[in-house]
């Protein structure tokens, strides 16, 4: 199947400081690519969709200015959380959109990315 | 409003066999996929339907009703490696196509 990964998988954060995850579609080209985060026990949430060559949709309540995302190949997605604070740690994963014959997609996601702020 | 229903938890011993019923309410429906996700992991896909039917893939199988808004997932020999956690996932349809989510189903496979 198809494989994507995540860096970094794990990182512990200043508070104020910003960190940037990055999201790779290793064997396959996503032109759309999508940001979740966990919070223990819980679902997913989705935060936002990211279209290769413009502008991410948002979902309602995530704040476009605090997590930046960028989709510049069609095998890149980053997401930078700017000045994280404690509530912004969780585990934030990625997937991307592997379209399938008969026009089904389906969704892979990367391994995660864990995210502690202090 | 969007809403996807499932058991909060399941517990079964091995070799037995467990079904994850799934209904759901969206504004618009193209597909019903299931999802593992074991502790301190990502998903990983299981399967997907957007036909009314049964998919089979090894142990797992998943069923799809359109008219009636329902799914399930069937683990059939039950291992203790299927304790995870399991969600249903409608993907939308639209310009935006999207995943909405299940809260999940906690599977505690015993021996």
């Known amino acids: 199947g198809a494989v994507v990964s995540q860096h970094p998988s794990r990182v512990i954060c200043k508070s104020g400081t910003s960190v940037k995850i990055e999201c790779r579609s290793l064997?396959?080209?996503?032109?759309?690519m999508f940001w979740y985060r966990q919070f223990p026990k819980q679902s997913l949430m989705l935060m936002a969709t990211?279209?290769?060559?413009?502008?991410?949709?948002?979902e309602q309540g995530v704040e476009k200015d605090k997590f930046l995302i960028n989709h510049a190949s069609l095998t890149l997605s980053t997401l930078t959380v700017t000045s994280a604070h404690p509530e912004d740690s969780s585990f934030y994963i990625c997937?991307?959109?592997?379209?399938?014959?008969?026009?089904?997609?389906?969704?892979?996601f990367g391994p995660g990315t864990r995210l502690t702020v202090l | 409003g969007q809403s996807l229903e499932q058991p909060s938890e399941v517990t079964a011993v091995e070799g037995a066999i467990v079904q994850i019923n799934c209904t759901y309410q969206t504004s618009g429906f193209y597909g019903l996929s299931w999802y593992q996700q074991h502790d301190g992991g990502a998903p990983t896909f299981l399967s997907y339907n957007a036909l009314d039917g049964l998919e089979e893939t090894g142990r797992f199988s998943s069923f799809l009703s359109r008219s009636d808004s329902y799914g399930y997932l069937l683990l059939q020999e039950l291992q203790m490696k299927d304790s995870a956690s399991y969600f249903c996932a409608v993907e939308t349809t639209g310009n935006n196509r999207k995943l909405i989510w299940g809260l999940g189903t906690s599977l505690a496979v015993n021996p």
């Open positions: 990211s279209n290769e060559g413009s502008k991410a949709t948002y």
């Open positions: 997937s991307a959109r592997e379209a399938l014959a008969g026009g089904a997609d389906t969704q892979y």
């Open positions: 064997d396959f080209q996503a032109t759309t």
